[in-house]
């Protein structure tokens, strides 16, 4: 009896397992597979052609693989259209294909389908055995789902640590969310709380920490003691950096003490960064000292951040003490902006000592050779509202693009100015009239930079155009000149600025494939192909990865080869946060006749040293990309991955605007 009741035993345990498994006894589950494929060739063109039809046909193929990838094509193509036929693949044997499906489904940001995902969950799984399913639904929820969604997942505590996949999908959920500005106090709990446990798997605690740090309006006066005992213990710069953004955000006095001890011990300069920008939001004698003390601060990032801070919090007793920084020791990235908050924080009815200080800045710009370096100076001169003469002189008067368009953003910056009536009384209609004049100029310039910068500013409900602009038709002539796929920025800038004019829901324009994928430039390349970056600043090694974006590791080995990236500026610098580079303008505007499409697997951006390509949206991508300082996961999702760095890291850090890159060279 005793040998029967242990045979019983198994066999229930065995039935039971068993019945946690999907049917696979005669199902080929594998989905790996080579590039040289010519079927999986076929299914990665019909994605950039963006083809449903055609792709749908592969859902009900034998072979995994090409299930697969048509499935995980849609993640990239976001079409709601698709989301029916996507449903039915929750329901695919093979674990990898439910898991995509359910991430194609979250990419379509179509919340009609969020009753049809959620059932989708296996809670009975009692081995663990649909984990990475299970999570794929969590993060489509929190992409799609509505406030009562939100509480339904932050309130499962059952999750033990080695559920790492699913408490992944429970903090992206969560923080999916949170950037849809869908918030719930069993949101935030649960991410403190995830956060807070030193036994939550780090990339877990990441997550939970950029929840904090991204998520507008945020409560944290219950989360005091907690996050600042994680912020003083943590190790870890990129949970460290997000958590002082979280501090500052909340502009509760009480996390101060704890960003200044950090601020003095931390050796990371990424973290110090984040700390100062922090400070911006505190009381400024609280901060004074500090933030001045890191002006000088050997690492630019962190003088530039600190420039930006006074910049934006600086008090008018101060003044004198920021004149002194305008002198040829402190580097024109610091300079331009004390230039500006000397401006900013100078009484409005100082009129005469504002002057003086303006032709010191036009002193600046006529004696600097380098064009971002003027470019900054004229954004410092706007701080002063009545200097828009002088601004309108320099567009109408300056030879280079990059100084027409900051004259134009400066012009904007006026306008915004919450002193602008103030300074002009009742004679601002004849200011704003001439501003509106030069804004028509760069609409009529045919220049994609000046049509996008004045497109913005005309599109800008605080600043009122709509009376002003009774027949748009100047604009609609401009739009019928532009050319696609080469000018898409520009286009969609000025057909949005058109339909706001008109009253009219705006909807990008969506460009048609151009752009083929050149398979015999990829079969030249390893999975792991090198490319060699020489750059001003030294040598950078980025690793290309063929295998997750395929047409745009292509497109960028074909630009090398074609040497156009020599000689190309890195034109955008953010400290802490990206270098990009690759414009043929120089200036963030340029682009080729072509474009191709966006690539969207389930990859992330949770680390430095990332390589992505920029963008004006979904499958716009040409020849720009950027590389990352740190985590950047409100890019998730919504921008191509193709590499990654592997040697250099220190160089990126190191790069400013308008440094260079004299060559690629690919290794291997």
Not at 46 to 63: E, G, I, M, V
Request: aromatic share 10%; glycine share 6%.
């Amino acid at each position: 009896m005793k040998n029967q009741f242990l045979l019983f035993i198994v066999v229930l345990y065995l039935s039971f397992f068993i019945s946690c498994i999907p049917n696979t006894e005669t199902q080929n589950t594998d989905i790996s597979i080579s590039l040289s494929d010519p079927e999986l060739q076929k299914i990665l063109d019909l994605k950039d052609k963006q083809d449903a039809p055609s792709l749908y046909k592969y859902f009900r193929h034998k072979n995994p693989a090409y299930r697969y990838h048509s499935v995980l094509a849609f993640g990239s193509i976001k079409n709601p259209a698709a989301c029916d036929s996507l449903i039915l693949m929750l329901k695919d044997p093979v674990i990898e294909i439910r898991a995509a499906a359910a991430f194609a489904l979250g990419q379509t940001g179509d919340g009609k389908f969020t009753d049809r995902l959620i059932p989708a969950f296996n809670g009975k799984d009692t081995l663990n055995i649909n984990n990475i399913f299970n999570a794929n639904i969590l993060e489509a929820v929190g992409k799609l789902g509505n406030l009562s969604d939100l509480k339904a997942i932050a309130t499962v505590k059952t999750y033990r640590n080695t559920d790492s996949l699913l408490l992944l999908g429970q903090a992206r959920a969560i923080y999916c969310m949170g950037l849809r500005n869908i918030v719930s106090d069993e949101g935030t709990s649960r991410m403190v709380d995830l956060l807070y446990l030193e036994s939550t798997p780090e990339d877990v605690q990441l997550i939970a920490a950029n929840y904090l740090g991204r998520t507008k309006n945020l409560n944290l006066s219950l989360y005091t003691v907690r996050l600042t005992e994680v912020f003083g213990r943590e190790k870890n710069p990129d949970i460290s950096m997000s958590l002082a953004t979280a501090f500052g955000n909340t502009k509760d006095v009480n996390y101060l003490p704890s960003l200044k001890a950090k601020l003095i011990s931390e050796p990371d300069y990424r973290v110090k960064c984040n700390i100062i920008r922090s400070l911006a939001g505190f009381p400024y004698p609280e901060i004074r000292d500090l933030v001045l003390q890191n002006l000088k601060n050997e690492n630019l990032h962190i003088a530039i951040t600190a420039a930006n801070t006074i910049l934006s919090n600086g008090k008018v007793e101060d003044v004198l003490e920021y004149m002194k920084y305008d002198n040829d020791s402190i580097p024109w990235q610091v300079r331009s902006k004390m230039n500006g908050a000397v401006l900013t924080h100078t009484a409005l009815y100082f009129t005469k000592s504002k002057l003086v200080f303006t032709d010191r800045i036009l002193k600046n710009i006529k004696e600097t050779e380098s064009v971002y370096a003027k470019a900054a100076y004229v954004e410092s001169i706007s701080k002063d509202p009545y200097n828009y003469l002088i601004l309108i002189r320099l567009y109408n008067d300056e030879k280079e693009q990059i100084i027409k368009i900051a004259a134009l953003e400066g012009l904007g910056n006026i306008l915004r100015n919450p002193l602008f009536f103030k300074a002009f009384g009742n004679g601002f209609g004849k200011v704003k009239g001439e501003i509106l004049n030069v804004f028509i100029s760069a609409i009529g310039s045919g220049d994609v930079g000046q049509i996008s910068e004045a497109s913005k500013l005309l599109s800008e409900p605080q600043i009122q155009w709509k009376e002003w602009i009774k027949d748009p038709v100047f604009l609609k002539d401009a739009l019928k000149k532009l050319k696609l796929p080469r000018d898409i920025e520009a286009f969609n800038e000025l057909k949005s600025c058109i339909y706001y004019i008109e009253g009219i829901i705006f909807t990008p324009e969506r460009l048609t494939y151009n752009h083929a994928i050149d398979w015999a430039i990829l079969q030249t390349l390893s999975d792991s192909s090198i490319a060699a970056i020489k750059t001003s600043k030294g040598l950078i090694r980025i690793q290309l990865n063929k295998g997750l974006a395929p047409s745009t590791v292509a497109n960028f080995v074909s630009l090398v080869n074609e040497k156009f990236y020599n000689g190309k500026i890195f034109h955008r610098v953010v400290p802490n946060f990206v270098v990009q580079t690759g414009c043929p303008r120089g200036d963030g505007y340029g682009s080729l006749d072509y474009s191709i499409r966006s690539e969207l697997p389930q990859i992330y951006f949770n680390k430095q040293g990332l390589i992505g390509m920029a963008s004006s949206g979904n499958h716009t991508e040409n020849t720009q990309w950027f590389i990352t300082h740190s985590p950047a996961m409100h890019l998730n999702g919504n921008y191509t991955i193709f590499g990654k760095v592997i040697e250099g890291m220190d160089v990126v850090n190191n790069i400013q605007i308008g440094d260079k890159i004299t060559e690629i060279i690919l290794v291997k």
